[in-house]
């Protein structure tokens, strides 16, 4: 597992830029920055939320060539940032407790510099921060001597006790600030940064370890130090870090177990309503204009299951019910449904029924004759239609999106597109645009023989591979 010793944030700079948010609480707050070397004009005081930074508040130097901070409303509990005037992180710190307090410090020595009066969590977070750097320049020595050795050499299996040694002093460390401090931000920080420790795996009837094991343990045991229902943990610099190497790392790339695991986020939340805000924006980001196939399953069941929580209240009325708009038309294709029927007229006038074609597959194609990404799709289809449409046994319903018979036909005969080729504004059912969520071209369905969505909005190189590989046609063409 990860060595505690490279658990330090602080020392990454990551400059963003900060933007303007609302803040509420009920008391005044008062912090003095006295930082000797710093001579800006003016510092600013940032906030975190999940991936974001938000400037809540700026002091101008005074006589002393120290700043205030103060306001009429007590700052919410969580890390913020002290930034110069160029946005320049210069060290982050804590909020909790009682706000009245000085941070003081020497600009050429930061963050190690750093000293607290009367805020108690911030001067255990300092003196962390020096013990943690110290060890680490130790660490560095002792490695650069193991290097010296041959592996397995005595003095080798020495330098390697010392960083097990060291790695030991960094862990009671922190485990005295948490077992010391419990309820604290600092006890609460400290612990959420912990990692789990996986125990050795257990051995399979075949008397090998369980190779599964470590994955699996590390997973269901990866939320045991931190409590998302803590509003405090969403303003740090990691939480979102955690939340993405769940779902990106630990987690199957498929809607379904993203669900669960999503599901799993928002029970841990419980009623936080920072958690919740945090939690349910940056997912409806990620996944509504995700695009990656299959994934807007994830945020049509955001907001199917989580848009009416009384929670939400803090989104825009208006967003909010295009968001619930733009689930509700995607929901019908979303991958595994029966995709909507079309009866739609071909080139002689005579409805052609979607659901009547029998083949193995059906290739929904959308294309308009002005689209110049479809002057390059359609020779591309034509050409592997001509070669594989027998072996594959699939059928191509083409679907014109222009409302001219004229432009139609012209480009059919031009391209010399020999499937099904059908206009969308000439129809028995209702619009295809509303049924298929298509207002531009080229798009793509591919269906099974149930006319299952398996496929959509990929172009016809995928297409191709993936029709090969879903009929087993690689793996028959390889056995043989």
């Not at 960094?170 to 006890?187: D, L, P, T």
């Amino acid at each position: 597992m990860k060595s505690f010793i490279f658990s330090t944030f602080f020392f990454i700079s990551i400059i963003r830029l900060f933007s303007p948010a609302d803040l509420a609480a009920q008391q005044a707050y008062k912090i003095a920055i006295e930082i000797d070397g710093l001579s800006d004009s003016l510092i600013l005081l940032a906030g975190y939320n999940g991936d974001k930074q938000f400037v809540i508040d700026t002091a101008l130097i005074n006589k002393k060539n120290s700043y205030l901070f103060s306001g009429n409303e007590k700052l919410p509990e969580g890390m913020y940032i002290i930034a110069g005037s160029n946005k320049n992180r210069l060290f982050d710190f804590m909020v909790s407790g009682n706000q009245e307090f000085t941070i003081t410090g020497n600009m050429q020595r930061l963050p190690n510099s750093l000293n607290a009066r009367n805020s108690r969590d911030n001067q255990l977070l300092f003196d962390y921060i020096r013990f943690l750097s110290d060890k680490q320049k130790q660490q560095a020595s002792i490695r650069d001597f193991q290097k010296k050795f041959a592996p397995g050499s005595d003095s080798a299996r020495l330098a390697a006790n010392q960083l097990d040694q060291l790695n030991q002093e960094v862990k009671s460390y922190i485990s005295e600030i948490i077992s010391n401090h419990q309820g604290s931000f600092i006890s609460v920080f400290l612990r959420a940064m912990q990692e789990p420790e996986v125990p050795s795996a257990p051995e399979l009837p075949n008397g090998r370890p369980d190779s599964t094991f470590p994955y699996r343990y590390y997973k269901s045991h990866f939320w045991d130090n931190i409590d998302l229902s803590d509003a405090r943990i969403i303003r740090t610099p990691f939480i979102h870090s955690k939340v993405e190497q769940y779902l990106n790392k630990l987690t199957v790339p498929a809607p379904d177990s993203l669900i669960v695991a999503i599901d799993e986020l928002f029970r841990r939340i419980k009623t936080s309503e920072d958690a919740f805000k945090y939690l349910i924006w940056y997912l409806t980001v990620k996944y509504e204009s995700s695009e990656i196939m299959g994934y807007d399953a994830v945020f049509v069941h955001l907001a199917d299951t989580y848009y009416q929580d009384q929670r939400m209240g803090w989104m825009n009325p208006t967003v909010k019910e295009n968001l619930i708009k733009r689930a509700s038309a995607l929901k019908p294709v979303l991958i595994g449904k029966t995709a909507p029927e079309m009866i739609l007229l071909d080139t002689l006038q005579n409805p052609v029924s979607l659901h009547r074609i029998s083949a193995d597959y059906t290739i929904i194609y959308f294309w308009d004759p002005d689209c110049s990404h479809c002057k390059k799709e359609s020779p591309l289809l034509r050409d592997f239609y001509l070669k594989s449409s027998n072996e594959l046994n699939f059928e191509v319903y083409a679907v014109c999106m222009d409302t001219s018979w004229s432009e139609m036909k012209q480009y059919i005969r031009k391209n010399q597109l020999p499937w099904i080729n059908v206009n969308g504004f000439y129809s028995v059912t209702p619009d295809f645009r509303t049924r298929y969520d298509v207002h531009a071209s080229p798009v793509f369905f591919v269906l099974d023989r149930e006319k299952k969505i398996i496929a959509k909005r990929i172009l016809t190189p995928q297409i191709e591979a993936f029709l090969n590989q879903h009929s087993g046609r690689k793996q028959n063409q390889f056995s043989q």
